[in-house]
């Protein structure tokens, strides 16, 4: 079984910036890519940003240049790195890890963008 625990969303102003973390638990040998989606009221689940086991990353086009993924192997967790948030920005945030090529999704964190 596997466990995807996020941490560090909240409420911020405009410009401001937050820190999710992730952290994947379990029975699993290697965890394969990471990253994390987010899903707006009214909008369906949208890629913010993943990271293969190595270094590769991509981002979606809205947050490039203003949010930063990055993950520790060793301690199976994947960081989201938020800087000059905007209220288009708010959503709950889900972590996302790819196990034996099967998906796993955290429980979700709100976060939220004043104007």
């Known amino acids: 079984q596997v466990q995807l625990v996020e941490s560090g969303g909240g409420l911020v102003q405009a410009g401001g910036s937050l820190r999710l973390s992730c952290v994947a638990s379990g029975t699993f040998f290697r965890v394969n890519a990471m990253g994390w989606y987010r899903e707006a009221p009214g909008k369906q689940r949208e890629l913010v940003a993943r990271?293969?086991?190595?270094?590769?990353?991509n981002y979606a086009d809205s947050v490039k240049g203003r949010f930063t993924i990055s993950r520790d192997n060793a301690k199976n967790t994947v960081v989201l790195q938020m800087n000059s948030l905007k209220a288009e920005d708010t959503a709950v945030y889900y972590c996302?890890?790819?196990?034996?090529?099967?998906?796993?999704w955290g429980q979700g964190t709100q976060v939220t963008v004043s104007s």
């Open positions: 990271i293969s086991s190595g270094v590769s990353t």
């Open positions: 996302w890890s790819s196990i034996l090529s099967r998906d796993y």
